[in-house]
T-cell receptor, first 113, second 112 residues
């Protein structure tokens, strides 16, 4: 069966510091991978998605970037965090070639102070 | 563009009460429809889905029917438990788009 991991689970960072969140998927090959942000009172916002290694599509221009260095690894980064980057970050995957069901990880709670 | 509208919460119920959360959508073509549930501090879990008109998705006592004529996918459960307290999200996807369009979420609290 497939599993999806995210770490860290929680993170508190000062404004201006860098960020690296990691997501890995097990039990499937060449999945589509997604990063979402859930900010308080603002619902779920798709940030990036990837259909293969090195292929990143950005949905919303912002202070963040994503990379996919390996088939089942998806990383969300920032060089300098802003207060507005605080939120709950969710990674998700779907079957290769499918735009149907997405399966979500446990999330990372980021607080920028 | 695609959009999903679901009833605003919060919704507070007593145990064994009937739950309905309304969801309507706007989309071209024939989207797939989903309900996800988020328990406190956790990620989203797929609750149920339907991929074509008149399909009924069901899981853990929850049901939703894909109604093309009313563009709706209302979530129902006949007898809720305290453990059903969570945030529920309605969502849609289209075959040519990697993005899931989510509703704003409905917070449900079930009291013993």
């Amino acid at each position: 069966s497939q599993t999806i991991h995210q770490w860290p689970a929680t993170l508190v960072q000062p404004v201006g510091s860098p960020l690296s969140l990691e997501c890995t998927v097990e039990g499937t090959s060449n999945p589509n991978l997604y990063w979402y942000r859930q900010a308080a009172g603002r619902g779920l916002q798709l940030l990036f998605y990837s259909v293969g290694i090195g292929q990143i599509s950005s949905e919303v221009p912002q202070n963040l970037s994503a990379s996919r260095p390996q088939d089942r690894q998806f990383i969300l980064s920032s060089k300098k965090l802003l207060l507005s980057d605080s939120g709950f970050y969710l990674c998700a995957w779907s079957v290769s070639g499918s735009t149907d069901t997405q399966y979500f990880g446990p999330g990372t709670r980021l607080t920028v102070l | 563009g695609d959009s999903v509208t679901q009833m605003e919460g919060p919704v507070t119920l007593s145990e064994e009460a009937f739950l309905t959360i309304n969801c309507t959508y706007t989309a071209t073509g024939y989207p797939s429809l989903f309900w996800y549930v988020q328990y406190p501090g956790e990620g989203l879990q797929l609750l149920l889905k339907a991929t074509k008109a008149d399909d009924k998705g069901s899981n853990k006592g929850f049901e939703a029917t894909y109604r093309k004529e009313t563009t709706s996918f209302h979530l129902e459960k006949g007898s809720v438990q305290v453990s059903d307290s969570a945030v529920y999200f309605c969502a849609l996807s289209r075959s040519n788009d990697y993005k899931l369009s989510f509703g704003a979420g409905t917070t449900v609290t079930v009291r013993a």
